[in-house]
């Protein structure tokens, strides 16, 4: 949110929380103390949940334009703020800005249907058997590796690199880095490659091989595609969502401090 774009007293706020009782809880809370606007009408929303949740509201309010203020009320929290419910016109007139773009995903399944979904963090290709993958990988369609076997592998975006592609083994990226994250999961053979980064603009077109043999799933976040043949993710930069975040408590931060903690 641009400096001076706010006021504290003039922050209109919609509030949308987690169906779990924690959440409403505080859900109730945060509209008794600051009342509550349509999504039309507000100046920021603000879901009350964890992480999976943030994705979910991220996804359905992606076209608003409106900037998102996470308040933790999951596990770990990474893209949501302290759930303290004092001053909360203050803390978010106040709070730093990060904008992040999402990938696209388009699938192929072996009965010829498309599917398209949309990604904050990843998507993912999975084996579906006790049956190992195999995939090729083409970059802007140029084959760069023609046969990886392996239990999947992923494109993440920044925003993403600290969470399924960190457990991975992949690379965490600064949320201002121009890339993406290519990292595989289990690979088998090639046994050594650790995965690739991207620029920005990289096309990822991803085809399975012996899919009859060996059925795999896609992914984007958490909506699935099962036995895919051919699935294609690239970042729309057409698409921008702003979160916002405590002074002090920015992705760009969160996500380097990641780097130093062991």
Known sequence: MPEGALTAAKVKMYFIGLDRPTAQETLAELKDRYGNHSVEDCD????????????????????TGKPFYGINRGTVGFMMNDARLEELPERIADAEPTVIHPLVMKATT?????????????VSL?????????????????????????????????????????????????ISAQMLALTPIS????RRWRGALLPRDASVTFETLESDKRPVSAVADNQEVRDVIQVEAWENRDISMTLLFDRGQSLEERVLREQFDY
Request: net charge positive.
């Open 44 to 63: 920021v929303i603000v879901p009350v949940g964890g992480d999976g949740y943030m994705l979910d509201v991220l996804r359905a309010h992606m076209d």
């Open 187 to 190: 690979a088998f053979r090639p």
């Open 110 to 122: 072996m009965e010829g249907k498309t599917v398209t979904a949309t990604a904050i963090n990843e």
């Open 126 to 174: 999975f084996r579906e058997t006790r049956q190992s993958a195999r995939i090729r990988i083409s970059v802007n369609g140029k084959v760069r590796m023609e046969s990886l076997t392996c239990d999947g592998v992923l494109l993440s975006t920044p925003a993403g690199s600290t969470a399924y592609n960190l457990s991975a083994h992949g690379p965490i990226l600064p």
